[in-house]
């Protein structure tokens, strides 16, 4: 007699998590995580917008060829929510580490583990494909340009890095002065646009990565102590933020946009400026005037189970897309430009969107498939402790991961130079810095880390 032992789907499986999650968890918390990185990869999907002409494609910006287009930045530019999501997740497990007699080490290190391991996949296959490319004779600016596009995500990962490695300091700030940390933040914004746009002090506007960042970081801190619970405050401080967003956009040198224009002096989001600070205060607080309706929305558990679902391949959503993307345009290419002989912006390209998400999302599937794992810790049962990792080591990983990571998006893995066509002094950073934290599970992370 033969016994069939049904596999378990995703879904059962999600189901399965959905179910164990403690009741006091704030279902909330995982929605808007998944939330924000979905729109994000539906933004790039939408921003990016290749065209042929003249039998050559061109890499069109919907941004810059319909400028009306520019005022969906306001709902698409989300990464504010991602911040402040991570502010609340970060006040829970530090102040847990603290308790349970945790260090820093161990800490940061499991938050290093969980961010980065699913990104070294990812720059590993472009290495590979700028190595082979170049050797196959491909052009070398295509080649790069195809290795920059696919990897303009991990920007964002350097940044949240060095933003969850100051939660100590953050998070003390907060102890001892509330929001007073939040609006000292704020005023340090102030202070460097001020210095940029109006006294044209030359570099001192990236600062704003860490001013606007940390605000906004701040803000999930004050979310997570009660600070928002009532819907009417919550709302109060969205409709100030986009009080502020508008007269800064109407009256001030800001542009509409809330991400980079080609063709546009002033970013607001390369590095973030006053504005994108105030689009980050107004989708706080508009978010958290819908939290009541929305947690009791997540009572159920088809649609919780689809919550956790997405949040468990979520980097891996987001790190992919754009690869995903890019093996797309190549196959309509090769295709003699098959559906890209329609000029962006026009009637029959908006027709045209759901067809190529379709085929976005197909080719991002197997990339999911494949790389997802990687965003699971490896089982750790029954490993010994090791000796805490030496600060100077947890710093120098840190400085190197993110350093290579921000290189990769601002210059390209690719190099129209040298032999190889990889510009390996990026490449290796990452995994330098990786090898120095001692990835993989090589001690015992504790639950607290979660």
Known sequence: ???????????????????????????????????????VVVGHWLV??????????TGGHLLGIVPWTQWLTWGFQVMPIFFLVGGFANHASWSANRRDGGTYAEWFTGRL????NPVLPLFLIWTLFALFGTAMGVDREIVRLAA???LIPVWFLAVYLMVAAAVPLTHAAWQRFGLGSFWGLVAGAVAIDVATLAFHVPYVN???????WLAVHQLGYAWSEGRFARPAAALLWGMGGLAA???????????VAMIGVPGEPLSNSMPPTLALLALGIAQTGLALALQPAARRMLDNMRLWTGVVLVNGMIMTVYLWHLTAFVAVM?????????????????????????????????ALLPLIAIFARFERPGSIAGLPDAPPIPYWRLVAGLLLIS???????VFSIASPEGVTGVRLWIVAMPFLGAALVRFGPVYKLRKRMR
């Open 245 to 255: 967003l508008g007269l800064l956009v109407g009256f001030g040198p800001y542009p």
């Open 148 to 150: 920059q596009l696919a």
């Open 48 to 57: 990016a917008a290749p065209y042929m002409d003249e039998g050559a494609v």
């Open 330 to 362: 190549v196959a309509a290419w090769l295709l003699s430009g098959a559906g890209l002989h329609v000029m962006p912006g026009s009637g029959a390209w908006w027709l045209a969107r759901p067809v190529w998400f379709v085929l976005y999302i197909v």
């Open 206 to 212: 990236f600062l704003n990565f860490g001013f606007v």
């Open 1 to 39: 007699m033969t016994i069939k032992i049904d596999k378990p789907t995703l879904w059962s499986r999600a189901g399965s998590m959905a179910r164990k999650a403690p009741p006091e968890r704030n279902r909330y918390v995982d929605f808007l995580r998944a939330f924000s990185i979905l729109a």
């Open 403 to 409: 350093a290579g990571l921000a290189a990769s998006a």
């Open 113 to 116: 583990q969980r961010l980065v």
